[in-house]
């Protein structure tokens, strides 16, 4: 199975600055694809942003954007200009039973 | 874009009983459909793969009898907590990928209580 780190069980932000939830990854696979997920705490699986491991161009969508580093088997996930309600649990996954790492708590201050 | 229904959103059953946790896909068609367990502020860990038509795939240390996953059609999956107790007092979810989707789907959750 895949295994997926996540070092940062707890982080805090400003309101209107940018902030970096780190991710690393093991895998074997020679093409994977690698998601991030919010959760907040109603518990729904929120989908945020995909990145294909063949992807040459880091992914964005929206305030959210992907630090991907191939070689370092990272994966960060950037949230800029953030806002009170991205507070919530950020989990980074891959594989194809899609594993997830232990999370990292964002908390956002006014 | 695709919906995971999933149903109950939260059940609480007593000690003993078997609880049945639904999960359908709305408007695609779903093969494959996990099943992930999360106790509070942890991570979601997958307990088993589920194959329309065929016997789901258990992850590791997860008891095939005490979690039956039965994938009757290609939109629902169901999940039995049989002879629940306490400790299995969590909450469930499941996902499913749409083809046409990068992301899993995820549906709402079940929050089961057994007292």
């Known amino acids: 199975a895949q295994k997926i780190t996540q070092t940062q069980p707890g982080m805090f932000v400003q309101e209107k600055e940018a902030v970096t939830l780190d991710c690393t990854y093991d895998t074997s696979d020679q093409s994977y694809g690698l998601f991030w997920y919010k959760q907040p705490s109603s518990g729904e699986m929120i989908f945020l942003i995909y990145q294909g491991s063949y992807d040459e161009q880091n992914a964005t969508e929206g305030r959210y954007s992907l630090n991907f580093q191939k070689a370092r088997k990272s994966a960060n996930l950037v949230i800029s200009a953030s806002q009170l309600g991205d507070s919530a649990m950020y989990f980074c996954?891959?594989?194809?039973?899609?594993?997830f790492g232990t999370g990292t708590s964002l908390t956002v201050i006014p | 874009g695709a919906v995971v229904s999933q149903h109950p959103s939260w059940v609480i059953c007593k000690s003993g009983t078997s609880v049945k946790i639904e999960c359908r896909s709305l408007d695609f068609q779903a093969t494959t459909m996990f099943w992930y367990r999360q106790f509070p502020k942890q991570s979601l860990m997958l307990m088993a793969t589920?194959?329309?038509?065929?016997?789901?795939?258990?992850e590791q240390g997860v008891e095939k009898d005490k979690f039956l996953i039965n994938h009757a059609s290609l939109t629902l999956s169901t999940l039995t907590v049989t002879s629940a107790h306490p400790e299995d007092s969590s909450f469930y979810i499941c996902?499913?990928?749409?083809?046409?989707?990068?992301?899993?789907?995820f549906g709402s959750g079940t929050r089961l209580t057994v007292v």
């Open positions: 996954a891959t594989g194809n039973q899609f594993y």
């Open positions: 589920s194959n329309e038509g065929s016997k789901a795939t258990y």
């Open positions: 996902s499913a990928r749409d083809t046409g989707h990068y992301g899993y789907t």
